[in-house]
Each structure stands twice: as C-alpha cells, then as structure tokens.
C-alpha cells in the first residue's frame, strides 16, 4: 500500500547520534547534509550503498574477507537509511536491496550471522544468530527493532553484546522489514519473541538458562511485553521504549506517519485506534519475573508519565530504571555510554549470573 504524505523525511531523518553510532560514517552523515540539491535523500544513500559494496567486491577478490563484510554491512545500513522513513516505492526498494546486501555480508561477519528459517503460522521469518568467540554454551540476547528499525540495524550493538561474551539473535516481527510484506504492526508480539526462544533452546551453543531480551524504542515495548508473556526470558532491557500510545497527540507528523503504514490502513484515525489497542502492555507488566533495565530520556518524545506507569506496575524487585537528564529519544544524543551501561548490565545479569540490586538512577532527583 502507497501512502501519500507532504513530510519531508529528511527533515527529521538527519540523526546524527542514531545514525552515527549504529555504524554509519560521518563522512557520509555530512555527505548527506550536504549533498548537491538535485540528488535525493534516497538517491545519495542508495548511490553509496552501491559503491561500498563495489568496493567489498575489490576486497574479496584480494582475500580480505572481513573487510569485505564490514563493507557489506556499511552498504547494508545505508540501504536501510535511503528507505527507513517513505512510504512508497522506495520503501519496497531499499528494504530488497537491504536484505540483499546483509545476506552479503552475513558469512563475512567476524562472528559470522547464520541464517535460520522460521515460518510462524505459514509466514517465514528469518532469524540471524551469532555466536561469539570462546567455548560454550553461551547466553544469548534476542534484539528487537523499532518502528522502522530491522534486523539488519543492530550490528553495533549486537558486537558490544558479542564481546561480553552473549550470542544475538535478530529478526523482523509483524510490521518490520521482511515480514511487512506479509503482516502489519500486530499486538502479539511476543509470540514471535518466543519463537525465536524455541529456536535458541534447540542450539547447542545456547544456555537455555540465560537468554535475554533487549529491544530500542518501539522494540522497547515489544521487550517489556515479551518479559511478562514469556518466562523463559532471563533479563529484559527497554531502550527508549514506551507502555502505551496514550501520547499519540505528542508524536511527529512523520512519526504518525508511519504508525499509518505500518498498520496498513488509510487514515491516521484508524492507524491510532489499531496502534493504541495492539502496544498496550500495562495489563501485563506486573508479570514481569526477570531483571529489567529501562533507559529513558527526560526529551523523549514519549512522556515521562511513562516512568510513572513503570514504577507503578513493573515489579520494584526487577527493576533498573535510568532516566537520563539530558537524553532524547533512546538517548542517541548522548554518546555511547548509555550502550555501554546496557551492554554491561546484560555481562552481569546473564553471564555473571548477577542479580541486580533495584535502582532509580536520575529519577526523580537522586542522581
């Protein structure tokens, strides 16, 4: 389905912090801003797309095959970025040269990504593992994407996670890049979250014990419901993540924008009603039973009522909130440090084997 839209994606699509530390160059970030007025958005990233993997081709044939696949993740992401908020052809375009690109680069990953086959109710649903370095089993970190975030975006934070010592597992749940094509945005997320558990359980690399679940913004409350529907789940992070869609009045025009495509529907009414019924997570918060870590920042688009609704509801015992003072939305505009702070609070939970003390940083006041 085509939607017409008068935003200007690239009016709010330069995020220097998202885009910078998910892997993208900042010479092509300022390529980008300050590329010729006769070429696209789409043009200029898809162009660039092209020429890194021209350029991975050259280091294959010259056997440097890791080079090659950072390469291929480089065009992979600027794929992604050429196509991450249309809503028309180009959407379909850059999410097939995305994927072609990744599956490229997938067996050159050091650790490589393996490719796993899952149809859930007659739909395919690839899922990528990556096994770090070292003898097994190890824990596992299951990611989950945003709004228009995919699979194929998580590379740097899956190699913070790989280098500690865990496995990743990525996939496209109902609404995300492969499997849009054969299901909208639903409200059964978890679902999915737990096939890709079952997948895990059966893999003999894998400690069934500790697995865990980290999911950015959207992927934030697909996580936290996930924690409360699927006790296998050892340790859950929301990353910008939200409860509810109460706030919808408070979302951009080009954030509601994609609410409407990914739900799949005419008008942004229907697309509100559909998404306010389908991400409603706070009838099942309480049953969280694993440590959850939430990261939010006080400029989040997403209000801070949502910290509220969390130390109502989630179980104090569980809980590790950080609110950072000065962070957007999944606090991109402050560095990696928040990454790291995540990526190591997952080290002690799942691979120490830690159970973490209860604590509110930044909230209200305490620092």
Known sequence: MTVTSQVKPEDEMLNWGRLILDGVSYSDMVGARD???EVTWFDYWMNLANEYEQEAERKVALGHDLSAGELLMSAALCAQYAQFLWFDERRQKGQARKVELYQKAAPLLSPPAERHELVI????MPVYVRIPEGTGPHPAVIMLGGLESTKEESFQMENLVLERGMATATFDGPGQGEM??????????????????????????????????????LGGNYALKSAACEPRLA???????????????????????????????????????HVHAALETRDVLPQIACPTYILHGVHDEVPLSFVDTVLELVPAEQLTLVVE????????????????????????????????????????HNG
């Open 325 to 364: 003072k000065d962070g957007d939305h999944c606090c991109h505009n402050l560095g990696i440090r928040p990454r790291f702070e995540m990526a190591d609070w997952l080290q002690d939970v799942l691979v120490a084997g830690k159970q973490p003390i209860a604590t509110m940083k930044g909230w209200p």
């Open 235 to 273: 340790a859950c992070i929301s990353w910008g993540g939200f409860s509810d869609l109460d706030y919808w009045d408070l979302e951009t025009p080009l954030t509601k924008e994609s609410w409407r495509y990914v739900s799949k529907v005419d008008t942004l009414e229907e697309a509100r009603q």
């Open 180 to 217: 849009f094509e054969h299901m909208r945005l639903a409200g059964d997320y978890e679902k999915y979250t737990s096939a890709v558990v079952d997948l895990l359980t059966g893999l003999e690399s894998i400690r069934s014990d500790a697995i865990g679940v980290l999911g950015r913004s």
């Open 121 to 124: 109710d007659g739909i395919p």
């Open 35 to 37: 590329r010729p007025k």
